[in-house]
């Protein structure tokens, strides 16, 4: 069954910090370019971070810029997203997406991008 699956998530205080990672399950991640999304209660999906199949390049929304990391390890089939200085607004449901086209990354940021898979999410709550 090809799929992918989140985990890391957690309740955490406001200013600590959690990793997310993001593992595919019947196919190879390193043939795919991957987003990290997510969604607060009340509020649309958003994108957080992405990363390029080489790994190369990687952007962040603007929202996350400083705190957040993403990165990935092919051997592990695995993209992490490290996640610093968390703040309440950063509490939701977070996931990952791949996409195996070969576009630049900037197509991969638009809200009209189709992406390959979508795993299941995993809640991050920050508390005061």
């Known amino acids: 069954q090809l799929q992918l699956v989140e985990s890391g998530g957690g309740l955490v205080q406001s200013g600590g910090s959690l990793r997310l990672s993001c593992t595919a399950s019947g196919f190879t991640l390193e043939n795919y370019g991957i987003g990290w999304f997510r969604q607060a209660p009340g509020k649309e999906r958003e994108g957080v971070s992405w990363i390029t199949r080489s790994g190369h390049d990687t952007t962040y929304a603007d929202s996350v810029k400083g705190r957040f990391t993403i990165a990935r390890d092919n051997a592990k089939n695995t993209v992490y997203l490290q996640m610093n200085s968390l703040k309440l607004e950063d509490t939701g449901v977070y996931y990952c997406?791949?996409?195996?086209?070969?576009?630049?990354?900037?197509?991969?940021?638009?809200?009209?991008?189709?992406?390959?898979?979508w795993g299941q999410g995993t809640q991050v709550t920050v508390s005061s």
């Open positions: 997406a791949a996409s195996s086209a070969l576009v630049p990354m900037n197509y991969m940021t638009q809200p009209w991008f189709e992406y390959d898979y």
